[in-house]
């Protein structure tokens, strides 16, 4: 291994003081939703780490299950009962949700100020144009890991692998306004391989373990890897081969403790913006 490590789990620990700070300076706690549907254990896992987190910082915060067969009504409902509710600034659906949701609808139903998520057209067309927005948390992550590690953005070129409105086509749109070139490569993309080896920055979210090769690294490239895909033996592994990616990158990612970590410490900092910006405290 040569490449510098991008540890997320350290520089979540090393923000969470500003953030406390944040907390402290508010007339009210910031007030947090997750909402989960039915019972999908890697759902399941991702909604207690944040519930553990909020309780940790001190957030008024409330974590809601619901079943499987939850009809969209209910759903929407509870929605609207959150958005009215003044102790929550931020609404979470952890997705993905059961095949009989319009997940488009449900996510479309939340007030765009508590959409902690960023995935609300609103908060994604305020991106798109560089306003002000509440921005998803897992490419505000990695920009996070990118600017710590003080990984120079400006006119480089940068291979986004996948382009969900979660994470491929956000990050894109952040590193392009962080005035890198930007490739949004996908399943229809021919020779992946080409536009990997001219990749100064590559963040992989397929969802494929092993899709990006290690030998298609340009040498000192920055890798970002987002991918959590979880092998028959139960191990966690990226979607970038990360030995051999690692002796030719300058610096990844690993999986786990790298892109993940950052996700969640952002929704919290999403929240707290969230809080301020509806108490007042212009930020
Ligand atoms: P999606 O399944 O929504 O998107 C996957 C993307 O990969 C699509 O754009 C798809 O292209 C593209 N793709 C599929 N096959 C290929 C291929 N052969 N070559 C190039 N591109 C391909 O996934 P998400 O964006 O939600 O998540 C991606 C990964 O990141 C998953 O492993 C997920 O678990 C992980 N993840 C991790 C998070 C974290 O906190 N670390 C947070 C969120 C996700 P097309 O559009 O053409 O179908």
Redesign the pocket.
Known sequence: LSARLLDGRDLARRLAPALRTRVAALPRPPGLAVVLVGEDP?SAV?VERKHERAERLGFHQATIRLPVDTPQGALEALIDELNVDPRIDGVLVQ?PLPSQIDAGAVLGRILPEKDVDGFHVVNTGRLSQGLAALVP??PL?VMRLIADAGLPLAGCDALV????????RPMAMLLEQAHATVTL?????RN?EDHVRRADLVV?????PD?IRGAWIKPGAVVID????RLADGSLV??VEFGPAAARAGAITP??G???????AMLMENTVTAAERRQGLAR
């Open positions: 890697a991702y997705l948390c897992t992550g692998v996948g382009r969900s409105n979660i994470v491929g490569a996908h399943s229809r993309t992946l992989a979210a397929v969802g494929r899709h987002v991918g959590i895909n990226g979607d999986v786990p790298g892109v993940g970590p950052m996700t969640i």
